[in-house]
């Protein structure tokens, strides 16, 4: 891993595979370190011959923090929202996406695949609806346009995003994600012990619970994408699962109709993860719609 200076901060990215391939690049979701991509997800793009670039989010992981800010007040936050007041925010999620933009920019990567999954989803979205120029295609993974209607998570789903561990302890950290893993997993959850080393990996390497509060700020205050999606460009591919908690179906399926061309590929039992056994179809999934940039629906996977 290595780090580099873009659009301002400092950016921990991870830049693997061939060089004259493809570059795809991979935006992670809340909270979330670059690691939390599946290794087997990168592994089989790079098979397929893509130059894989992952990236820590500002906030998150080794990247530029945000502390001086402070830790935004959420429920405050959504209640500005509410009552059509734009909330003062430390950054926005269009700052976020510049990020990605000027990582390119540092890498001397003019066009590329970009792949972003959740709140990676809605920065990979802005960056197509903003740089059309940049991105080659565009895979919106279990993300959503930002609609109220479509977007809200359920009830259990959102006490477990606002909750937090019992102690600072590792080990009580470790059991929390492990339990939030598995209730948003649909019927595909990661098993408790894989999750519970890779969570263990994460809090080792960085822990920013401020930055996790910035981010989510940021998703509240950037509302509904709706009209900045119609700009989109280029081809786009959205996955999402019919048993996702967090971000319900149906954010995919107005993403989907929101990007003019746009094909939705839904898979049955999918929650808010990216488990072992649909590493191999989304990958699949990612690497035709690459190959073919294709704007034709395709039929639902089973």
Not at 40 to 58: C, K, Q, S, T
Not at 166 to 189: C, L, N, Q, W, Y
Not at 224 to 251: F, K, N
Request: aromatic residues 4%; proline residues 7%; hydrophobic residues 45%.
């Amino acid at each position: 891993m290595a780090a580099i200076t873009a659009n301002g901060i400092q950016i921990e990215y991870e830049d693997e595979g061939p060089r004259d391939g493809q570059p795809i690049l991979m935006v992670m979701g809340l909270g979330a370190q670059l690691v939390r991509w599946p290794q087997a997800m990168v592994d089989a793009l790079i098979e397929h011959g893509y130059r894989v670039i992952r990236f820590d989010n500002r906030d998150v992981g080794l990247s530029t923090k945000f502390d001086d800010c402070g830790a935004p007040h959420i429920v405050w936050t959504a209640m500005q929202m509410q009552f059509g007041r734009v909330p003062a925010v430390p950054y926005t999620l269009t700052d976020m996406a510049q990020d990605g933009a000027g990582l390119l920019d540092a890498l001397g990567i003019d066009r590329a695949h970009v792949v972003g999954a959740s709140m990676g989803g809605m920065i990979a979205q802005l960056i197509a609806a903003r740089w059309p120029e940049r991105v080659r295609t565009l895979t919106s993974i279990m993300s959503t346009t930002g609609h109220p209607h479509c977007s809200r998570p359920t009830m259990r789903a959102t006490a477990l995003l606002l909750r937090h561990p019992k102690s600072d302890d590792i080990e009580a950290i470790v059991a929390h994600g492990t339990m939030a893993g598995r209730a948003v997993g649909g019927r595909f959850p990661i098993e408790d012990a894989i999750m519970a080393d890779r969570i263990r990996a994460e809090t080792l390497r960085n822990r920013c619970p401020t930055g996790f509060l910035r981010q989510m700020a940021a998703i509240i205050a950037d509302g509904d994408r709706t009209d900045r999606l119609r700009r989109i460009t280029a081809p786009t591919l959205v996955i999402h699962g019919s048993d996702d908690p967090l971000v319900p179906v149906a954010g995919g399926r107005a993403t989907a109709q929101a990007i003019h061309g746009a094909r939705l590929l839904e898979i049955d039992g999918m929650g808010h993860t990216l488990p072992p056994e649909l590493v191999d179809p989304i990958v699949a999934a990612i690497d035709d719609h690459i190959r073919h940039r294709r704007r034709d629906p395709i039929p639902q996977a089973a």
